[in-house]
């Protein structure tokens, strides 16, 4: 296992213990195009000098695309169906959830994927705001699962469940998405009782926290990632977060300033502010 950091210098791996540079120039694009991404890190990376910890991350993408999919945990199933029973689209959640195929969509292209320590915003035309916490599969081009990161999935609930054709609009838009801190790649999946934290904190004080496990996922990961390559292509791979099973109650909305805290092992936390 390996530890990807994208910093403004360019990536840096934490292997055994140690950070280091690539014995010769490695891009993101290069890593999720090759048939074997962790080979190419461990020669890129095992006689690469030593380096300090950067002082600032970046996303860890490059070309990449963010995908999600819903309602894989029976949470996320609940709380959309009460988001748009009044709009007469409550069914569709409770039937997708019990589908042979997934729900999947199109989350963000890498210039609106937010870095760990900056802002991700809410919608102005939104009355109801929420992050997501979500595993994230990272995903080579030829539909490969070789690693893992955080993402954040910010919704706009109010607009979803006032009908869920505005789905897109809930959930693609300027710095409606976080990843980080580091992509860590490895070959094995997070095992079922990995947690997905996440706090929410505004003026320092905690107004919100919860937790599920990987285990809680209804649908097995590589099957969502074989469901998002089929009839469709990736030459760059992509990102996909895997759903949602933590919901603040429906009487919360973000606040502009809010601190969001994600934390899923061995990825780390990723920490964003709220715009």
């Given amino acids: 296992m390996s530890r990807l950091f994208a910093t403004t210098a360019g990536i840096v791996a934490e292997i055994d213990g140690a950070l280091r540079a690539p014995s010769h120039p490695l891009t993101f694009d290069e890593i999720f195009g090759s048939d074997d991404p962790a080979a190419l890190v461990n020669s890129a990376f095992a006689s690469g000098p030593v380096v300090a910890a950067p002082t600032r991350l970046r996303a860890p993408l490059q070309s990449q695309e963010v995908w999600a999919a819903g309602v894989t945990y029976l949470r996320s199933k609940t709380a959309r169906m009460a988001e748009a029973k009044d709009a007469g689209g409550g069914t569709f959640y409770d039937k997708v959830?019990?589908?042979?195929?997934?729900?999947?969509?199109?989350?963000?292209?890498?210039?609106?994927?937010?870095?760990?320590?900056?802002?991700?915003?809410?919608?102005?035309?939104?009355?109801?705001?929420?992050?997501?916490?979500?595993?994230?599969?990272?995903?080579?081009?030829?539909?490969?699962?070789?690693?893992?990161?955080?993402?954040?999935?910010?919704?706009?609930?109010?607009?979803?469940?006032?009908?869920?054709?505005?789905?897109?609009?809930?959930?693609?838009?300027?710095?409606?998405?976080?990843?980080?801190?580091?992509?860590?790649?490895?070959?094995?999946?997070?095992?079922?009782?990995?947690?997905?934290?996440?706090e929410i904190r505004r003026a320092g004080v905690a107004v919100f926290s919860g937790e599920t496990t990987v285990g809680q996922i209804k649908r097995p990961l590589p099957s969502l990632a074989d469901w998002l390559f089929r009839e469709n292509s990736f030459p760059h791979g992509c990102y996909l977060m895997t759903g949602v099973g933590v919901v603040p109650p429906d009487s919360f909305t973000l606040r502009h300033g809010d601190e969001i805290r994600i934390t899923i092992e061995p990825v780390g936390t990723l920490v964003n502010t709220v715009d």
């Fill in 97 to 198: 959830y019990a589908a042979d195929r997934p729900e999947l969509f199109f989350k963000a292209t890498p210039h609106r994927v937010v870095a760990p320590g900056d802002a991700v915003r809410i919608r102005a035309d939104s009355s109801w705001n929420v992050p997501e916490p979500e595993l994230t599969l990272a995903i080579n081009s030829t539909g490969k699962i070789f690693g893992f990161t955080i993402g954040n999935d910010m919704s706009s609930r109010d607009i979803e469940g006032e009908n869920p054709l505005y789905l897109p609009q809930a959930k693609s838009y300027h710095r409606a998405a976080a990843i980080g801190p580091c992509l860590v790649i490895t070959d094995t999946l997070p095992a079922p009782e990995t947690v997905i934290a996440i």
